[in-house]
């Protein structure tokens, strides 16, 4: 757990945060005492006799909607030169309205993303009994009418008739700029309370602060921004509203097309898809760091990892083969990079002359990832940096990648690295502060964001990593066939070759003081003693680290549908 840090000048203080949460809670009251008057003066004036009474209103089963039979259903992101003038239905969340006059109102629509439309609507009956009718296919349209539509709480799931213009100019502020909705009719399907916990502008604001106590602005302090940002905790307290945030979908769209890459790029160089189990009967690689659960009178574990299945899969006649699902680490780890579950990448494969094989497997997968989300998610990436800005992710010219031994990579930290590097040793797996700072100059020096490390020390490693044979005889330290990944500086994938061979399998995991006769190892070695098992390496990937620090997101939590960590399961 990271230390306290000192008070800065204008932090929010204790006694500011309960007076502020005081006041607020004052506000609210008032919003909804100013509601339930509107509410009631809304309903007698709606006793008179409305001529458009049918056009609007609350949608139930008793008063369900009332929409032309000849008008079609439609998408925001779909619209285009075909539904020009034409009536359509759409259904979206109402994401604010301004009443421009007592007979014009203006409001936005919101679909999935940050799909958005204007809409107007303008009064087409006069006020009072003595007004003129409309002429004659004039849509029925009263000033009560546009004063309720304005009056629909934000966040509301409605229903609207409405057909298809262009304006006069685009419409800027929103996505779909070129069409705007003349609405017609409008029907509230699902109303928002009056007051929400956390606004959409407050979601769509980048989050500062992911600790896990929530910290409120007081009040008479000042925010440079317009809407404050609230804590990760306020947001997933929020889960609606904080996955209807445009930045949030935009993230979330992003991680699925890096899973579509990476399944689609490996299925078409013979790799085939398998499903590893989740709860497994004993604690997966030998470690402590493990969830237990009672299992009908036995003791169950979730698996830490897919590592071993994998190899069986090889073991079982398998040449290529690659998995994606949850990975549980019982590490009481409360950083920005770390999560109790995660999502892992895996892939194994047969090897034939080398281990670089695996690597440059691994490599073209995640360069494919990489080059086509740029493509694929253009749209979406600009989205995330309009939040969180970030620089053009930088990679090396298909040839040219940077690939560094582990000794090679202390070397360069050693001397062009921060001072406080200077000793680093080649004997010693990178802390977080090393492999930042080894990130930074090889974006200097190579002009990459993206880069490999091979040839890891023994000390660094578990027991089934293949020690390279040239490094047996005569060397101060082994080191393994064993590499990492690293983007940003910070990694993001581990692999290497695998041990295929038992006696030597069961030399190495004694060496690194395993029992090679306790449970969940016994079984693992035997399978390694049922048959050859051919010479193989691979890697897992996780999916939230790729996610996170090719958008340069201040967390990896963010990447994360639900993030779990030490102190947080919920929601």
């Not at 609507?121 to 304005?150: C, F, N, Y």
């Not at 097309?257 to 160089?269: A, C, G, I, M």
């Not at 979406?380 to 940077?402: A, F, N, Q």
């Amino acid at each position: 757990m990271s230390e306290p840090q000192p008070q800065e000048s204008g932090a929010i203080s204790k006694k500011a945060a309960n007076k502020a949460a005081a006041k607020a809670k004052k506000e609210a009251a008032k919003a909804q005492h100013k509601a339930e008057r509107n509410v009631t003066a809304a309903v007698a004036d709606l006793e008179l006799e409305d001529p458009a009474k049918d056009n609007y209103g609350r949608a139930t089963h008793d008063s369900p909607e009332r929409f032309s039979p000849d008008a079609k259903q439609v998408n925001l992101r779909s619209l285009g030169d075909a539904e020009d003038g034409q009536t359509v239905i759409v259904r979206a969340w109402l994401q604010n309205s301004r009443i421009q006059s007592a007979k014009m109102a203006f409001v936005e629509l919101r679909e999935e993303g940050n799909w958005t439309i204007q809409g107007l609507v303008v009064a087409t009956l006069g006020a009072g009994p003595d007004a003129p009718a409309p002429a004659e296919g004039t849509p029925l349209i009263s000033r009560r009418m546009v004063k309720w539509i304005a009056g629909i709480n934000p966040e509301s799931f409605v229903a609207v008739e409405a057909t298809v213009k262009r304006p006069l100019e685009p419409v800027k502020s929103c996505r779909v700029s070129g069409f705007e909705l003349h609405i017609t009719k409008a029907y509230v399907l699902a109303p928002a309370p009056t007051v929400l916990d956390l606004t959409l502008a407050a979601s769509n604001q980048a989050i500062a602060d992911f600790g896990d106590e929530d910290v409120a602005q007081g009040e008479g302090e000042k925010d440079t921004q317009a809407t404050p940002a609230a804590t990760m905790l306020t947001h997933l307290a929020n889960i609606a509203m904080h996955k209807r945030s445009p930045v949030q979908q935009a993230i979330a769209d992003i991680r699925i097309e890096v899973k579509e890459l990476f399944r689609s790029y490996l299925r078409s160089h013979g790799f085939k898809e398998f499903e590893p189990p989740c709860l497994i009967g004993a604690a997966s690689e030998g470690g402590a760091n493990v969830f237990r659960l009672p299992y009908f009178g036995q003791e169950a574990f979730l698996a830490q990892s897919p590592q071993f299945y994998k190899q069986f899969e090889i073991a079982g006649g398998r040449k290529r083969v690659f998995s994606s699902g949850p990975v549980f680490r019982a590490e009481n780890s409360n950083t920005p990079r770390h999560m109790t579950e995660f999502t892992g990448l895996d892939m194994e494969m047969e090897i034939q002359k080398s281990h670089i094989e695996v690597l440059e497997m691994l490599e073209g997968v995640l360069l494919h990832i990489f080059r086509n989300l740029k493509e694929r998610c253009a749209y979406e990436i600009e989205t995330v940096r309009s939040v969180y800005p970030s620089e053009d992710l930088l990679l090396p010219e298909p040839g040219k990648e940077v690939r560094l031994t582990f000794a090679e990579a202390q070397k360069l930290l050693r001397e062009e690295g921060p001072e406080e590097f200077r000793n680093v040793s080649d004997d010693e797996d990178m802390s977080t502060p090393q492999e930042k700072a080894l990130g930074a100059v090889v974006r200097a020096k190579y002009k990459t964001d993206f880069y490999v490390i091979d040839k890891f020390p023994e000390t660094a490693r578990p027991f089934y990593a293949k020690i390279d044979p040239a490094s047996k005889a005569g060397a101060s330290a082994q080191v393994t066939n064993a590499f990492d990944f690293f983007l940003r500086g910070q990694e993001i994938l581990s692999g290497g070759q695998r041990i295929n061979d038992p006696d030597e399998l069961e030399a190495r995991i004694r060496a690194k003081g395993v029992d090679p006769t306790s449970a969940g190892i016994k079984e693992y070695l035997g399978v390694f003693r049922q048959v050859g098992v051919p010479p193989h390496g691979g890697g897992g990937i996780g999916l939230d680290r790729v996610v996170a620090w090719y958008l340069a997101l201040p967390s990896v939590h963010l990447a994360a549908f639900y993030p779990r960590t030490p102190k947080r399961l919920l929601p």
